[in-house]
């Protein structure tokens, strides 16, 4: 996997998403990218990440939402391509999926970050179960 397309993806679901007060420290983790920083930083995926995040551009799902198809249709209609990067504290390969596979990898994970669009579209869930579509339209 391209590890360009993962820090890009990582840094601007972080610059977007994410509230000013945690920003600086999650940004840090990515600048060096090393296994460990890597692995903090997925670490924060499964919990504290939700409770950074950006309520202007973070939306809870609803009960109805909360199955893979469900949210693969809140994607595409937002605009998601037909891959995205998924980072996952249980996926022993962060990387670049076909969006379908990439949300069907959600279940085994406790904490995920399924990017779409890079700092425009992505979904997460904690490892608290707590789901979320990102949405960030361009300026």
């Given amino acids: 996997m391209d590890s360009t397309l993962l820090q890009e993806h990582a840094r601007a679901a972080v610059r977007s998403f994410i509230t000013s007060s945690r920003r600086a420290r999650l940004l840090t983790l990515l600048e060096e990218p090393t296994a460990r920083h890597w692995e903090k930083f997925r670490q924060e995926l499964a919990g504290g990440f939700e409770h ?3 309520e202007r551009w ?3 799902l ?3 939402e909360q199955n893979p198809k469900a ?3 809140l994607l595409r ?3 998601a ?3 995205c990067v998924v980072f996952s504290d249980a996926v022993t390969d962060d990387g670049e999926y076909a969006l379908t596979t990439g949300l069907e990898l959600v279940g085994i994970a406790q904490g995920v970050l399924v990017s779409c669009i890079p700092g425009v579209l992505a979904y997460h869930e904690s490892e608290n ?3 979320y579509l990102l949405h ?3 300026a």
């Fill in 71 to 73: 949210v693969e249709q």
């Fill in 136 to 138: 960030r339209p361009p």
């Fill in 129 to 131: 179960t707590d789901r």
């Fill in 77 to 79: 209609a937002a605009g």
């Fill in 52 to 54: 950074s995040l950006d």
């Fill in 58 to 60: 973070a939306r809870p």
């Fill in 62 to 64: 609803a009960t109805g």
């Fill in 81 to 83: 391509p037909e891959s």
